[in-house]
């Protein structure tokens, strides 16, 4: 029958499956609790201080009633196809906004993103030959860790803005103020987005046929032309064996998988479900999950909550990760080793890359452990410039990426995917591209309430590099 142990967690020194659904832990005053529930133990970061806990109680609980976002089925298959990955078959391509704001789940918007994912998918897949797992940082991208907890303007200081789905982003008290209800709002505004992603992708423009309308209705660019002749090929290629009388269902839709990180307790714990088929937990929030840098502790909160459900989970590593810590990472979130449970990406910085992962690859391959590696080449390469935004070289982004790629190509192991902050939309966030964006360009349309995302012309022209390196 069901046992636990006193201290520490039970599943992983039993050996007991993460998929088992009966998975108490006894705490400290001897009573039993679900170990789904056992975080609440644990030392925990980045959450807000809601002013009022019955209110967050009751929004949690109306969450816990809704309908689920996505199926166990789906991530089911999303684990399969990462597992290809892991192996070298696949390549997973993660994109979306740093953080999805509830102003900006529009048609226009959600579309632009999502064409833009697809384009960015035909180039690698058409440049690699090689699947590709496509994966929106959508549909549930709201809350952000900080580097503070508060935020100075003058002479004022005020509660640091942690997403959309915590707080507003104007610096006034009554906006800065952590609102439960955002958290309903939350549900509802993914609910949308994810019901938009999937018709769009379900419903015939996600077709390969229509490869060239992807592109259109974006500001005619050098990455667009070369985009255009690619899409001639294809079409070409397409026209060809209809010809020659291929049938072609399995080009009418695509899978589009949704990912976020796994932040905010109140609204992940509520999401998560017991599966009817298989009575194991999946977070019905999104797809694919993933643990912070900032929030990776062994034995913190997050880390404990996501090794107890099915969900594929991925682990930001920053520079300063270990061997040992990646060791201890693997054994607590992937102890049976599943193919595609766990997803390792590495944002260490392009001046750190190729010093910080050849470690972590070499001890890799002395471990049974076959994470899938991905790359954010984003999150290392901040800079502030002189006249105050925040952003990141597009050469910087492109220098980690090669850097990624020499590092597996130097160990053996496999560059499996690319996780990047991306927008469909003409923004100035990110310095350089072919349209040698400046500082001062900046000004024109920087609209990113945090990190600086790729525009439509600079994620294309990243995916055209990365399809080169890929066929490398
Ligand atoms: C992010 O993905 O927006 C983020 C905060 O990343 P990291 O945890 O790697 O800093
Ligand atoms: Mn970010």
Same mark, same amino acid.
């Not at 500001?219 to 026209?239: G, M």
């Not at 590092?407 to 591209?433: F, N, Y």
């Given at each position: ?45 980045? *959450? ?11 929004? @949690? ?11 166990? =089925? ?44 697809? *384009?960015?998918?035909?180039? /690698? ?22 580097? @503070? ?12 803005? !942690? =997403? ?13 103020? &952590?609102?439960?209800? !955002? ?16 018709? $769009? ?9 229509? %490869?060239? @309308?992807?592109?259109?209705? +974006? ?6 032309? !070369?985009?255009? *002749? ?17 049938? $072609? ?55 404990? +909550?996501?090794?107890? %459900? ?26 049976? #080793?599943?193919?595609? #449970?766990?997803?390792?990406?590495? #944002? ?8 910080? /992962?050849?470690?972590?690859?070499? &001890? ?15 999150? =290392? ?72 995302? /790729?525009?439509?012309? *600079? ?5 055209? /590099? ?7």
């Amino acid at each position: 029958g069901p046992f636990a142990l006193e201290t520490g967690i039970p599943h992983f020194r039993t050996g007991r499956s993460v998929a088992d659904p009966i998975d108490p832990v006894v705490v400290a005053d001897d009573s039993v609790i679900s170990g789904l529930d056992y975080w609440r133990q644990l030392p925990i970061k980045q *959450q807000p201080s809601w002013p009022d806990a019955d209110a967050v109680a009751r929004a @949690s609980a109306q969450i816990a009633s809704f309908p689920p976002l996505v199926f166990a =089925g789906e991530v089911d298959i999303l684990r399969e196809r990462l597992a290809r990955a892991a192996s070298g078959d696949a390549f997973l391509l993660q994109g979306g906004d740093c953080a999805e704001t509830f102003a900006g789940a529009t048609a226009d918007q959600i579309r632009n993103r999502v064409k833009t994912i697809l *384009q960015m998918a035909v180039v /690698l897949t058409y440049g690699a030959s090689m699947p590709v797992i496509k994966m929106g940082r959508m549909a549930g991208q709201f809350a952000k860790p900080r580097s @503070s907890d508060t935020e100075t303007r003058g002479d004022v200081t005020l509660p640091a803005y !942690r =997403g959309d789905i915590v707080n507003g982003y104007d610096f006034t008290p009554e906006s800065r103020r &952590a609102d439960p209800a !955002r958290l309903v709002e939350g549900y509802h505004t993914a609910a949308s987005t994810l019901n938009l992603i999937r018709a $769009f992708t379900q419903g015939g423009f996600a077709d390969l046929r229509e %490869v060239h @309308s992807w592109n259109k209705g +974006f500001a005619s660019n050098p990455a667009n032309h !070369r985009y255009e *002749q690619l899409a001639h090929d294809i079409d070409k290629a397409i026209r060809f064996m209809e010809a020659a009388g291929a049938d $072609f269902d399995e080009l009418k839709r695509v899978e589009f998988y949704t990912g976020h990180e796994g932040l905010l307790m109140d609204y992940e714990r509520p999401m998560t479900r017991i599966d009817s088929r298989t009575g194991t937990p999946y977070n019905t929030s999104s797809h694919f999950l993933w643990i912070g840098e900032r929030t990776r502790d062994l034995d913190g909160a997050h880390v404990d +909550f996501l090794s107890r %459900v099915r969900n594929p989970i991925g682990v930001k590593l920053g520079p300063t990760t270990t061997p040992e810590t990646m060791q201890k990472l693997i054994d607590k979130l992937d102890p049976n #080793r599943e193919p595609g #449970r766990l997803t390792f990406i590495t #944002r260490m910085g392009a001046g750190k890359i190729r010093d910080a /992962l050849p470690p972590l690859l070499e &001890a890799i391959k002395a471990t049974d452990a076959n994470p899938l590696w991905v790359t954010d080449p984003m999150h =290392g390469n901040g800079i502030t410039t002189p006249n105050g935004y925040k952003t990141r070289r597009f050469d910087d982004v492109v220098d980690e990426v090669k850097g990624f790629f020499e590092a597996h190509r130097h160990a053996g192991t496999h560059p499996g995917g690319i996780h990047v902050e991306l927008t469909g939309d003409d923004v100035t966030e990110c310095l350089g591209g072919s349209e040698q964006l400046d500082e001062a360009a900046l000004a024109t349309r920087y609209e990113s309430l945090c990190d600086p995302r /790729l525009n439509h012309m *600079q994620s294309l022209e990243l995916a055209f /590099l990365v399809a080169e390196e890929l066929a490398k």
